[in-house]
C-alpha cells in the first residue's frame, strides 16, 4: 500500500480525473472540484462520460425521481455559485397534504425561506406535446462544460487498475489519475478490473407523470405534494408531485408489483386531487439504493452519489451532493490514496448509513401508527391544533415538514418527535380522542 506521503497520491497541476455518470453526483463532483481547484491554484482536466442523452424526452433520457430539490440542495447549488433558471423550476413547494383513510392533514413550511422546489431530471415526459425541455441533470452537466469539464457521451464500459486508472468506452481508451464512479442505482457498474467494489442493494419502486386536463386539478395540485399511506399494500408512501401543468406520481414500497400504481390511481383520495382519468403520460420503475456500497474506495478510485451511499427514501439529490462535494475537497486537499479517502471521505458516507437506521425506524414508526385509528386522528387534531400557533412553536409539523423534504436528519427527526413539547402535544390530542 503506498504511504500517505506517496507524492503520485497528490493531484498535481493538470492532472486527469475520470467522472463516470454525468447524473447530479457527477457533475456537482466536478463542479466542486473545479471549484476548489480554483480556490488552490491547482487546474485539472476533468473528463465526465455520461451514457445517456439527458435531452431526450422519457426514460431514456431521464434520471428517474420525483424531482423534488431540498433546501440543502438549493443553499448547496448557491455554494458552487449556481442559480437554477426559472425555466427549469416547475413548482415552488408550499405545503404537504397527508391522506390517512378519510382523513387528511395539511403541514406548513416550519420557515418560509427553507425553499422546496420540483425540476425534471430529463427532457419531460415521454407522451407530452411538449418540445423536450434542459432539466435539472443536463442544467449541472452544461454548468460543468462551461466551467472547463469535457463531457463524453459513451458509455464507460470498462476499467482496468495497473498503474493508472485506464478507461474504456466503445471508441476510446484514456489513462486518468482519479476514476470516480457516479453511475447511480440503475445502472451495471463497468467491468473493473482489479478492483474490489460492491454496489448498494437497491429496490425497485414506481412513477409515472399525469398531466393535470382540469383546471380544478391544477389548482389542487399547485405548490402542494400530497402524500398518501393506505394503498396499495407494501406501500412505504406514494406522493402526487406538482410539476407545473403535470403531476409526477411516485410509489416507494417493498416488492411494488405491477399493477400498484393502477391501484394507486385508483384511489378515491388521490382521484380527487388529479381526476380520475388523468393522461398518463410518461412512467418507469426505477431502482433506489437502500444500503452503502462495500469497498467504494481505493487508490486512485472513490465511488459518490448513490454508487456509494444516499439517505433512505428521501433527498437523494442532497446525498449526492454531500458525497460529491466531500470527495472533491479530499482528492484536491489531501490526495487520492485510499488512505486519504478513508480518513477524509469515509466518514462522510459513514454518517449517512448510520442515519439510515434511524430512517427505518422512523418508518417503522410511520407504518406502526397508521394501522392505530385514535393516534391518526389525534394527529390530525394536534397538527391543527397547532396551525394557530406561532411558527416556532409548531413542533409537530416541523418534524413532519423535516420528514417529508429531507430537511433534517433521521436523528433529529427522532429527537424532534420525542421533544416533550410534542408528546404533551400528541398526549392531550390522544386524550381528547379518547374524550370525544
Ligand atoms: C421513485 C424515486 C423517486 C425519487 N425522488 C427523489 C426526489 O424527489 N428528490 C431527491 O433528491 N431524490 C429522489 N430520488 C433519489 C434520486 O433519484 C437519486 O438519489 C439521485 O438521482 C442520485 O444521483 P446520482 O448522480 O448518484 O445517480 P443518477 O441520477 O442515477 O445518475 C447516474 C448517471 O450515470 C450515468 N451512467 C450510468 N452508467 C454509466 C456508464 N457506464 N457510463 C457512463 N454513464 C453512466 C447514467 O446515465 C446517469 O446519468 C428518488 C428515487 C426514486 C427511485
Given at each position: 500500500m503506498d504511504s500517505p506521503s506517496d507524492p503520485s497520491l497528490r493531484l498535481a497541476p493538470h492532472a486527469r480525473i475520470a467522472v463516470v455518470g454525468g447524473g447530479p453526483a457527477g457533475s456537482l463532483f466536478a463542479l466542486s472540484a473545479l471549484q476548489f481547484a480554483a480556490q488552490l491554484d491547482r487546474p485539472l482536466d476533468i473528463t465526465i462520460f455520461e451514457r445517456k442523452d439527458l435531452r431526450t424526452a422519457g426514460p431514456s433520457g431521464c434520471n428517474m425521481c420525483a424531482g423534488i430539490l431540498s433546501h440543502r440542495v438549493v443553499k448547496g447549488l448557491a455554494q458552487l455559485d449556481l442559480a437554477l433558471p426559472e425555466d427549469l423550476i416547475l413548482s415552488r413547494v408550499r405545503a404537504y397534504r397527508l391522506y390517512w383513510q378519510a382523513n387528511s392533514f395539511t403541514i406548513w413550511p416550519p420557515d418560509p425561506a427553507r425553499q422546496v422546489l420540483s425540476v425534471y431530471r430529463g427532457g419531460g415526459p415521454r407522451k407530452s406535446a411538449r418540445a423536450s425541455i434542459v432539466g435539472f441533470d443536463q442544467y449541472l452537466l452544461n454548468e460543468a462544460r462551461t466551467r472547463g469539464a469535457r463531457v463524453v457521451a459513451?458509455?464507460?464500459?470498462r476499467v482496468s487498475f495497473d498503474s493508472w486508472p485506464r478507461v474504456y468506452t466503445a471508441t476510446l481508451q484514456e489513462n486518468f489519475d482519479l476514476v470516480v464512479l457516479a453511475i447511480g442505482a440503475n445502472a451495471t457498474p463497468p467491468l473493473f478490473e482489479r478492483l474490489a467494489y460492491d454496489p448498494p442493494i437497491a429496490e425497485r419502486m414506481a412513477q409515472d407523470e399525469l398531466l393535470l386536463a382540469s383546471e380544478q386539478s391544477r389548482a389542487q395540485m399547485n405548490g402542494t405534494v400530497h402524500v398518501y399511506f393506505d394503498e396499495p399494500s407494501d406501500l412505504i408512501f406514494g406522493a402526487l408531485v406538482p410539476k407545473g401543468d403535470f403531476a409526477n406520481v411516485s410509489l416507494l414500497g417493498r416488492h411494488l408489483r405491477r399493477n400498484s400504481l393502477a391501484e394507486f390511481l385508483r384511489l378515491p383520495q388521490v382521484a380527487a386531487i388529479v381526476g380520475d382519468q388523468a393522461p398518463q403520460v410518461c412512467g418507469c420503475r426505477p431502482c433506489v439504493a437502500v444500503s452503502p456500497a462495500r469497498d467504494y474506495y481505493a487508490d486512485r478510485f472513490v465511488a459518490i452519489g448513490d454508487s456509494c451511499v444516499t439517505r433512505l427514501y428521501k433527498d437523494g439529490i442532497g446525498s449526492a451532493l454531500a458525497t460529491a462535494r466531500a470527495a472533491a475537497e479530499t482528492a484536491l486537499v489531501h490526495g487520492i490514496g485510499r488512505q486519504h479517502f478513508a480518513a477524509h471521505y469515509a466518514p462522510v458516507c459513514r454518517a449517512i448509513a448510520a442515519d439510515n437506521r434511524f430512517g427505518r425506524l422512523v418508518f417503522a414508526l410511520v407504518a406502526h401508527s397508521k394501522r392505530n385509528a385514535v393516534f391518526m386522528r389525534a394527529l390530525g387534531r394536534a397538527l391543527e391544533t397547532e396551525a394557530a400557533a406561532p411558527p416556532p412553536s409548531r413542533v409537530l409539523s416541523q418534524t413532519f415538514w423535516a420528514l417529508f423534504t429531507g430537511d433534517a436528519s433521521y436523528a433529529d427527526i427522532l429527537r424532534m418527535l420525542f421533544k416533550p413539547k410534542a408528546i404533551a402535544r400528541l398526549g392531550k390530542a390522544v386524550a381528547q380522542e379518547f374524550g370525544s
Amino acid at each position: 500500500m503506498d504511504s500517505p506521503s506517496d507524492p503520485s497520491l497528490r493531484l498535481a497541476p493538470h492532472a486527469r480525473i475520470a467522472v463516470v455518470g454525468g447524473g447530479p453526483a457527477g457533475s456537482l463532483f466536478a463542479l466542486s472540484a473545479l471549484q476548489f481547484a480554483a480556490q488552490l491554484d491547482r487546474p485539472l482536466d476533468i473528463t465526465i462520460f455520461e451514457r445517456k442523452d439527458l435531452r431526450t424526452a422519457g426514460p431514456s433520457g431521464c434520471n428517474m425521481c420525483a424531482g423534488i430539490l431540498s433546501h440543502r440542495v438549493v443553499k448547496g447549488l448557491a455554494q458552487l455559485d449556481l442559480a437554477l433558471p426559472e425555466d427549469l423550476i416547475l413548482s415552488r413547494v408550499r405545503a404537504y397534504r397527508l391522506y390517512w383513510q378519510a382523513n387528511s392533514f395539511t403541514i406548513w413550511p416550519p420557515d418560509p425561506a427553507r425553499q422546496v422546489l420540483s425540476v425534471y431530471r430529463g427532457g419531460g415526459p415521454r407522451k407530452s406535446a411538449r418540445a423536450s425541455i434542459v432539466g435539472f441533470d443536463q442544467y449541472l452537466l452544461n454548468e460543468a462544460r462551461t466551467r472547463g469539464a469535457r463531457v463524453v457521451a459513451e458509455r464507460v464500459q470498462r476499467v482496468s487498475f495497473d498503474s493508472w486508472p485506464r478507461v474504456y468506452t466503445a471508441t476510446l481508451q484514456e489513462n486518468f489519475d482519479l476514476v470516480v464512479l457516479a453511475i447511480g442505482a440503475n445502472a451495471t457498474p463497468p467491468l473493473f478490473e482489479r478492483l474490489a467494489y460492491d454496489p448498494p442493494i437497491a429496490e425497485r419502486m414506481a412513477q409515472d407523470e399525469l398531466l393535470l386536463a382540469s383546471e380544478q386539478s391544477r389548482a389542487q395540485m399547485n405548490g402542494t405534494v400530497h402524500v398518501y399511506f393506505d394503498e396499495p399494500s407494501d406501500l412505504i408512501f406514494g406522493a402526487l408531485v406538482p410539476k407545473g401543468d403535470f403531476a409526477n406520481v411516485s410509489l416507494l414500497g417493498r416488492h411494488l408489483r405491477r399493477n400498484s400504481l393502477a391501484e394507486f390511481l385508483r384511489l378515491p383520495q388521490v382521484a380527487a386531487i388529479v381526476g380520475d382519468q388523468a393522461p398518463q403520460v410518461c412512467g418507469c420503475r426505477p431502482c433506489v439504493a437502500v444500503s452503502p456500497a462495500r469497498d467504494y474506495y481505493a487508490d486512485r478510485f472513490v465511488a459518490i452519489g448513490d454508487s456509494c451511499v444516499t439517505r433512505l427514501y428521501k433527498d437523494g439529490i442532497g446525498s449526492a451532493l454531500a458525497t460529491a462535494r466531500a470527495a472533491a475537497e479530499t482528492a484536491l486537499v489531501h490526495g487520492i490514496g485510499r488512505q486519504h479517502f478513508a480518513a477524509h471521505y469515509a466518514p462522510v458516507c459513514r454518517a449517512i448509513a448510520a442515519d439510515n437506521r434511524f430512517g427505518r425506524l422512523v418508518f417503522a414508526l410511520v407504518a406502526h401508527s397508521k394501522r392505530n385509528a385514535v393516534f391518526m386522528r389525534a394527529l390530525g387534531r394536534a397538527l391543527e391544533t397547532e396551525a394557530a400557533a406561532p411558527p416556532p412553536s409548531r413542533v409537530l409539523s416541523q418534524t413532519f415538514w423535516a420528514l417529508f423534504t429531507g430537511d433534517a436528519s433521521y436523528a433529529d427527526i427522532l429527537r424532534m418527535l420525542f421533544k416533550p413539547k410534542a408528546i404533551a402535544r400528541l398526549g392531550k390530542a390522544v386524550a381528547q380522542e379518547f374524550g370525544s
